[in-house]
C-alpha cells in the first residue's frame, strides 16, 4: 500500500506518525503484558477455585495469581488510555495541518475538519483526500 501512495501524502504521514508513534509504541508493549497476564491469572484462578477447592496450601498461588490479573487489567486500562490519547493527538496534528494550508480556501478548510471531527474513523482517509486537493491546487498555481 505504501508503494501507491504519492510523495507528498507520504511525506505528511511519516510527520503525523513520528508524532504519535512513542504512545504506539508503548501502547504496544502494555497491550503485549496485559494480555497474557490477564489470560494465565483468570485460567488459573477459575481452575482453583471450581476444580481445586480452596485449601491453605494453596492461598499463596491464589494471591499470586489475583495480583497478576490486577495487574494485568491495569495495564489494559492504561493501555485504553493511551489510545484515547493517540486518537486526541491525531486528530489534533490534523486539523492544525489542515488550518495552516494556504492553497485551500476556508470554507473547504471548516468542512474537511467538520468531516474529521464528526467521523473520526474516516480522519486518515479525509486527510489524504484534503493533502490531494491541495497538492492539485498548488500545482494549478505554479503553472
Avoid: C
Avoid at 30 to 46: V, W
Avoid at 69 to 79: I, P, R
Amino acid at each position: 500500500m505504501t508503494t501507491e501512495i504519492p510523495l507528498f501524502i507520504k511525506k505528511e504521514l511519516e510527520n503525523l506518525f513520528a508524532k504519535i508513534g512513542p504512545l504506539m509504541k508503548k501502547n504496544t508493549k502494555y497491550m503485549m503484558f496485559a494480555t497474557p497476564l490477564i489470560a494465565i491469572s483468570f485460567f488459573n484462578l477459575i481452575f482453583f477455585l471450581f476444580f481445586g477447592g480452596f485449601q491453605n496450601d494453596m492461598l499463596a498461588a491464589l494471591f499470586i495469581y489475583a495480583l497478576m490479573a490486577s495487574v494485568g487489567l491495569a495495564l489494559f486500562k492504561e493501555s485504553k488510555r493511551i489510545k484515547k490519547q493517540i486518537k486526541e493527538l491525531e486528530m489534533e496534528h490534523i486539523v492544525n495541518r489542515i488550518e495552516k494550508s494556504d492553497f485551500i480556501n476556508d470554507y473547504k478548510k471548516k468542512d474537511y475538519i467538520s468531516l474529521i471531527k464528526n467521523q473520526p474513523r474516516m480522519g486518515i482517509q479525509t486527510f489524504m483526500n484534503f493533502l490531494t486537493e491541495e497538492n492539485e491546487r498548488k500545482r494549478m498555481t505554479q503553472e
